[in-house]
């Protein structure tokens, strides 16, 4: 299908996300309109998209956000709507009816997307198939039962939430009712699993078409993170790890995914083995890396909602690639220990891309970095845990 001059409507333009998914729309000739709700949004500095719409406040959180974007689907202005984020994606597939007679939704369906969402659900689904994972109480499981079997220390996760919130560690069995009898917790909202002290987290990156084939496949292994302690990644490397591709690749096929995702997993320090982390439903912060290695996942979102045959790109051989993002890389080199220790070196820039940064296009690295020295103190905050 030629999808030249088809309009594309790209939401979550402060994130660093859409500049490389706008970048794969405009190579196969889409005309790309893009939300913003400041001047100083990445996305709105950029010189990538056809237009800008600007858009005070208009944000997930808003409520009118739906109904506003319901209102620009109707308008007749575009073909495509493509949430990038998780905030946008879940209230966007939420409402997938309200837009369906439209646009089309460019992102993984709802009945895709909530398998994801729910931890518990992808838990349970790498039980039953033998998809290596810390020992996790499955939902039909007595909670007693899983207690008087596991080997402590064990964490509690939201089924449903993002990030580390809501995350806690026990370690003896006697902590545990009194912590969550103390917090109103019902165990029934949680994943509860076994804690796993891992050194390496690799991420299989995929992308799996309507048909349930695998179309994408590469994966990253995070070197470091912030927080420290148990954060997102700001430098990654594409590795060899065939073990962890073919079991995120069961996984997602099981779940009967469909679109990309990435599947993250602990490797653990003890046994070497890798352990199911989470699945991301969403485009991520990194996913300029799947652009470098020469995959265009913009064209493969398109072709699949459509209907038509995805391109088949050949799993990745191209390793030793990294890509960082040097804002967050910079409040890791002022906060770790190991700054002078890290390898590779928090100097280096050998075979590196930064997320943001372009020879063609500057201000977005630009305008974030600015937003992100002036809130410094307000975003450490938000990532204390």
Known sequence: MDFKGLRVLVLDGSGKQPLAMIRGLKDIGCHVTVLCTAKLDTCYVSKLPDKKLLVKDMTPQNPDYISFLVEQARSGNYDVLMPIGELSTNP?????????????????????????????????????????CPYTRHSKQDIEDYLSTCQFPIIIKPRQ??????????????????????????????????FVDYEDRISANLF???????????????????PIDAGAGVLSETVDANEVL??????????????????????????????????????????KMAYMLGYNISRQML????????????????FGLYIRHLDTDIAWFLKSPDRFKAKPSWFSWKNTQEVLYSKDDKKPFFANFFQKTVGYKSIMKKKQH
């Open 161 to 194: 939430g993002l990030g580390s919130i809501g995350f806690h560690k026990f370690e003896k069995r006697e902590d545990f009712w009194p912590y969550m009898k103390e917090h109103d917790l019902n165990p029934d909202d949680y994943v509860v699993q076994g």
């Open 92 to 132: 966007v597939t939420a409402n997938e009816d309200k837009f369906k007679p439209y646009v089309k939704i460019a992102c993984a369906p709802r009945e895709t997307y909530i398998k994801a969402f729910n931890k518990q659900i992808t838990f349970d689904t790498a039980i039953e198939n033998n998809i290596p």
């Open 303 to 318: 072709e699949m909602i459509y209907d038509q045959d995805v391109i088949q790109y050949p799993e990745n051989d191209r």
């Open 208 to 226: 799996v078409d309507q048909k349930g084939n695998i179309c994408t496949s590469y994966a990253v292994d995070a070197l470091r993170w912030f």
């Open 246 to 287: 073919e079991a995120a690749g069961k996984l997602l096929q099981h779940l009967e995914w469909k679109g990309f995702a990435q599947v993250a997993f602990m490797m653990d320090r003890n046994t070497g083995e890798p352990r199911l982390q989470e699945i991301n439903g969403r485009i991520p912060a990194s996913i």
